[in-house]
């Protein structure tokens, strides 16, 4: 305690999608999800507790915030370390803005890590994945590198994230094409709740992607590069279509994002293997091996700038620098 700690952890991509809670207050989900940690989108965050301020100062990008949610979390790990000290938080994100890359993942993932050892906690990766689930439910998979999985559990306690492979051995690569500056209109916190609730396909939906789970699991220890991918971006269409199905209906796809989803279909065509896959925003990101990243940049090149174009590799779990 007094002392400053920073964390770094990398965001991640779902493979198989987290949409919806069973318990909103503890972020319980309906469904266990899979996802790949991801090298070049992370969120650095420093936090230290110190018996001078009067009161939380928290800077995102160097801009102050007052985010109720980021003030209760900080309560959360006072209540588990038994202090009632204030805290300095500095978070950079360097993570594209609004690139539907979930920052929050990332954000979550190393608010937690930092804060807990601020407060003076140990904790495993386990016990921070559990904690770390309590800001962003996809925080809870940025724990941990390469593939990685959160368990749906039922309470607090049995809902966390764990490691499935890291290092990542299959051959795997995500190009992310960012299409859209503004942020979005339904956050997935909103749009995930009006899908849970109204979807009259909800509960076709987890039975289907408990099934997605098991096919993505056994994908990954067998090193089959075609059935993840395949599987991933079904899981993804599943998912949106949770969306269009809900009362009010809503959208995160726009022109554009067809637009790429019929570039990957036509490059198959060419025998270019590659996959799709979307979140809670109109970006598309695109799961592809090494010796095709040349290929797919440039089909997208022809309607895309460069600096919408972001590759990604598989990335590390959380640490302190
Ligand atoms: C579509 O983790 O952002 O990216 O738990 O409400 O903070 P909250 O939601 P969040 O939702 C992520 C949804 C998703 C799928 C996924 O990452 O599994």
Same mark, same amino acid.
């Given at each position: 305690?007094?002392?400053?700690?920073?964390?770094?952890?990398?965001?991640?991509?779902?493979?198989?999608?987290?949409?919806?809670?069973?318990?909103?207050?503890?972020?319980?989900?309906?469904?266990?999800?899979?996802?790949?940690?991801?090298?070049?989108?992370?969120?650095?965050?420093?936090?230290?507790?110190?018996?001078?301020?009067? *009161?939380?100062?928290?800077?995102?990008?160097?801009?102050?915030?007052?985010?109720? *949610?980021?003030?209760?979390?900080?309560?959360?790990?006072?209540?588990?370390?038994?202090?009632?000290?204030?805290?300095?938080?500095?978070?950079?994100?360097?993570?594209?803005?609004?690139?539907?890359?979930?920052?929050?993942?990332?954000?979550?993932?190393?608010?937690?890590?930092?804060?807990?050892?601020?407060?003076?906690?140990?904790?495993?990766? *386990?016990?921070?994945?559990?904690?770390?689930?309590?800001?962003?439910?996809?925080?809870?998979?940025?724990?941990?590198?390469?593939?990685?999985?959160?368990?749906?559990?039922?309470?607090?306690?049995?809902?966390?994230?764990?490691?499935?492979?890291?290092?990542?051995?299959?051959?795997?690569?995500?190009?992310?094409?960012?299409?859209?500056?503004?942020?979005?209109?339904?956050?997935?916190?909103?749009?995930?709740?009006?899908?849970?609730?109204?979807?009259?396909?909800?509960?076709?939906?987890? *039975?289907?992607?408990?099934?997605?789970?098991?096919?993505?699991?056994?994908?990954?220890?067998?090193?089959?590069?075609?059935?993840?991918?395949?599987?991933?971006?079904?899981?993804?269409?599943?998912?949106?279509?949770?969306?269009?199905?809900?009362?009010?209906?809503?959208?995160?796809?726009?022109?554009?994002?067809?637009?790429?989803?019929?570039?990957?279909?036509?490059?198959?065509?060419?025998?270019?293997?590659?996959?799709?896959?979307?979140?809670?925003?109109?970006?598309?990101?695109?799961?592809?091996?090494?010796?095709?990243?040349?290929?797919?940049?440039?089909?997208?090149?022809?309607?895309?700038?460069?600096?919408?174009?972001?590759?990604?590799?598989?990335?590390?779990?959380?640490?302190?620098?």
């Amino acid at each position: 305690i007094g002392k400053k700690y920073t964390a770094r952890a990398h965001t991640n991509i779902a493979l198989v999608k987290y949409w919806g809670k069973e318990n909103e207050e503890l972020i319980i989900p309906a469904n266990s999800s899979i996802s790949l940690t991801l090298d070049e989108f992370y969120t650095d965050t420093s936090v230290i507790f110190d018996s001078t301020l009067q *009161k939380d100062l928290i800077t995102i990008n160097d801009e102050i915030t007052d985010d109720k *949610k980021i003030i209760n979390f900080l309560d959360l790990i006072r209540k588990k370390a038994g202090i009632n000290l204030y805290a300095k938080v500095e978070s950079y994100n360097h993570v594209p803005n609004s690139a539907g890359l979930a920052s929050s993942a990332s954000a979550y993932a190393s608010l937690a890590t930092a804060g807990s050892k601020a407060a003076g906690l140990e904790l495993s990766d *386990k016990e921070l994945s559990m904690l770390a689930r309590r800001g962003s439910g996809s925080a809870t998979r940025s724990i941990f590198g390469g593939f990685a999985a959160w368990n749906k559990g039922t309470d607090d306690n049995t809902s966390y994230g764990y490691s499935i492979e890291d290092p990542v051995k299959m051959d795997i690569n995500m190009i992310a094409i960012v299409l859209n500056g503004n942020p979005k209109k339904i956050s997935s916190r909103v749009g995930m709740k009006i899908s849970y609730e109204t979807s009259p396909f909800y509960d076709s939906w987890i *039975k289907q992607t408990n099934d997605d789970f098991s096919t993505i699991e056994n994908a990954i220890k067998n090193g089959d590069f075609s059935t993840l991918g395949k599987t991933a971006e079904l899981n993804a269409m599943r998912m949106h279509s949770l969306t269009l199905s809900a009362d009010p209906s809503y959208l995160y796809l726009n022109k554009d994002s067809l637009l790429v989803i019929e570039m990957v279909k036509t490059l198959r065509e060419q025998g270019i293997e590659c996959y799709y896959t979307m979140d809670a925003g109109p970006n598309v990101k695109i799961i592809c091996q090494k010796n095709n990243i040349k290929p797919i940049i440039n089909k997208l090149s022809n309607q895309f700038s460069q600096d919408q174009i972001k590759v990604s590799g598989p990335g590390e779990k959380v640490k302190l620098i």
